[in-house]
């Protein structure tokens, strides 16, 4: 692609680094935004820049926030017996879009994934086992999707914590195999947390 302006250039090499965008739309993208009001460019660039500089991951359950515990985790009425692990931020969203779940979330970060050298030390899951041990969590509810890396988390997951007095369970599988938890709708999902299984039943079936 030729260009007439450097500056032009830059902007559409950057753009086009992010995910799903080749050259073509990223052009396009950027000469919209040229098109647009200054002031508007303006904020969009700032929004970027004060999300990367000041945005934090709660230190209790790894969910992307503003503070050091995330609204969710501060909340009293939330029931901090009972945690639901998911993998990442669209999780938590999808979730709490259902109004079916009162208690906490532990956000893993990832899924273990051997073939993109993903292993347990790589994601969140250590936290996860201490918060275990010291007692204060009575449900793990498992609801990482039913792909075959969700499948060994959770299993691993369980091995770890499987010598504590603590129940695990996993979202009912209304949930079509290979579908991630944000594409699916929010009556099927909270049907799913509510009609959770034993995780022990899920392994055998
Ligand atoms: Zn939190």
């Known amino acids: 692609m030729e260009f007439s302006s450097k500056l032009l250039e830059k902007a559409v090499n950057e753009m086009s680094q992010l995910p799903g965008i080749g050259k073509r739309t990223a052009l396009r993208l950027v000469l919209h935004l040229l098109r647009q009001p200054g002031n508007q460019t303006i904020e969009l660039a700032d929004a970027l820049r004060n999300m990367r500089s000041e945005i934090k991951f709660c230190k209790s359950c790894n969910n992307i926030s503003d503070s050091e515990l995330c609204e969710i985790c501060k909340n009293p009425h939330r029931n901090e017996e009972l945690i ?3 993998e990442d931020i669209r999780d938590v969203m999808a979730i709490e879009n259902t109004s079916s779940f009162k208690g906490l979330y532990h956000v893993l970060g990832g899924k273990i994934s051997p073939m993109d050298g993903i292993g347990p030390n790589d994601l969140n899951i250590q936290p996860l086992v201490e918060k275990v041990k ?7 509810i498992f609801a990482l999707g039913s ?5 060994t988390t959770n299993f691993y997951i369980y091995k770890q914590i499987q010598e504590f007095d603590i129940t695990t369970s996993t979202i009912a599988r209304g949930i ?7 594409y699916t709708d929010e009556v099927t999902l909270g049907r799913s947390i509510i009609n959770r299984i034993p995780f022990e039943v899920s ?3």
């Open 84 to 86: 639901c692990v998911v």
């Open 147 to 151: 792909t075959m890396e969700g499948d």
């Open 176 to 182: 079509s195999v290979g579908n991630e938890l944000e």
């Open 134 to 140: 010291q007692g204060k969590v009575k449900e793990l």
């Open 203 to 205: 392994l055998k079936s």
